[in-house]
């Protein structure tokens, strides 16, 4: 990815950075544009949710992430761009496609926020009631 963002002119708008603490986190999100799920296709990753994803939905930071089972079904292609297979060339085709359409990032942060709404607490908590209704 390195090698990439000089190759597509792309020095000024990303930056890529070590390893920060907690406590920076909320700071450098609030200061971004695109967010990164970057976890690789496993059967453990396809179980999981990723934190970092909400963390971004929560935020409002639109997201590229790779296209993991759960995460997929739980926040569709309406709400985060999904690469196939997390390598270099298809992130960078994704920051490209997300950095020359404004619209579509908007678009997928307030879809996502939707989604996210309709798993909150109370939400599920009303579903199980119904479920045990029945």
Do not use: W
């Amino acid at each position: 990815m390195k090698n990439l963002i000089p190759d597509l002119n792309l020095c000024e708008n990303i930056n890529l950075n070590s390893k920060i603490t907690r406590e920076k986190f909320s700071a450098l999100i609030n200061n971004h544009d695109i967010g990164m799920v970057p976890y690789l296709q496993t059967d453990y990753m396809n179980l999981a949710l990723s934190t970092k994803a909400f963390e971004y939905i929560t935020t409002g930071l639109p997201m590229i992430a790779a296209k993991l089972k759960n995460l997929y079904e739980t926040f569709d292609d309406q709400c985060i761009t999904y690469v196939e297979d997390y390598k270099p060339e298809g992130i960078a085709i994704a920051v490209k496609y997300l950095c020359l359409n404004p619209q579509t990032r908007k678009e997928q942060m307030v879809n996502a926020k939707q989604n996210l709404s309709e798993l909150s607490g109370s939400v599920m908590k009303q579903r199980l009631v119904v479920l045990y209704d029945v």
